[in-house]
């Protein structure tokens, strides 16, 4: 059997029920969910490309598929999911909050274009002549991300975000289900979602 899986303003539905309300019951908290809204709200197009891609890619991990409703972005409240892609179903086993580390920061900015073992050849091709200048001269990078910010953050969401969302260590699991989804009207269903923001 599989669930339906849609969106209505800012949330998720799973055949027709919340899933913001279902997750609270599952945790049996008092409205913790209440302000989370659909991942694919968030403000900025580098984690909003990441997200795509994760879907448009098939990549079984932990999804961030909930994002504070006022923040809008990777750095408050995200609730996962575990998604694993299997043949022709999508399958949800179980979600959790993100924890926050102390040193989140310094990574977070590190994981960028300065993280030089994510380059590709092109990015060599592309960069390669301001390595030196990027990692010794703070006003160089700090200017090179202004004028590539959307670029800057998609980098890091790839270094550093998706790296940390899958490390269970930092997942503070609430909660198990059992969501099962076609993979075709699941890709509809997404980019439908994506095209409506």
């Keep these: 059997m599989y669930n339906k899986i849609n969106l209505d303003n800012n949330y998720i539905f799973i055949d027709n029920i919340c899933l913001n309300s ?29 997200i795509m891609e994760l879907v448009e890619r098939k990549v079984s991990c932990n999804f961030p598929l909930l994002v504070c409703g006022d923040d809008l ?7 996962v999911v575990k998604v694993e892609w299997s043949g022709d179903k999508v399958i949800w086993t179980k979600f959790g909050t993100v924890k926050r580390e102390a040193d989140y920061w310094n990574k977070y900015r590190n994981s960028g274009i300065l993280r030089f073992e994510d380059w590709t050849d092109d990015d060599w091709q592309k960069y390669g002549s301001i390595a030196y200048e990027l990692i010794t001269d703070e006003n160089f990078f700090d200017e090179w991300c202004s004028e590539n910010w959307n670029e800057e953050v998609y980098r890091r969401t790839w270094g550093y975000y998706h790296r940390y969302f899958n490390d269970d260590k930092n997942i503070d699991w609430i909660g198990e289900v059992n969501f099962r989804f076609e993979v075709g009207n699941y890709l509809k269903t997404f980019d439908k979602m994506y095209k409506l923001y």
Excluded at 22 to 47: A, C, D, T
Excluded at 73 to 79: A, G, K, S, Y
Aim: net charge negative; proline share 0%; with cysteine.
């Design 73 to 79: 972005d990777f750095n408050c409240t995200i609730v």
């Design 22 to 50: 279902i997750f609270e019951e599952i945790q049996g908290s008092n409205n913790f969910f209440e302000w989370l809204v659909s991942s694919l709200r968030v403000e900025n197009k580098g984690e909003l490309h990441y």
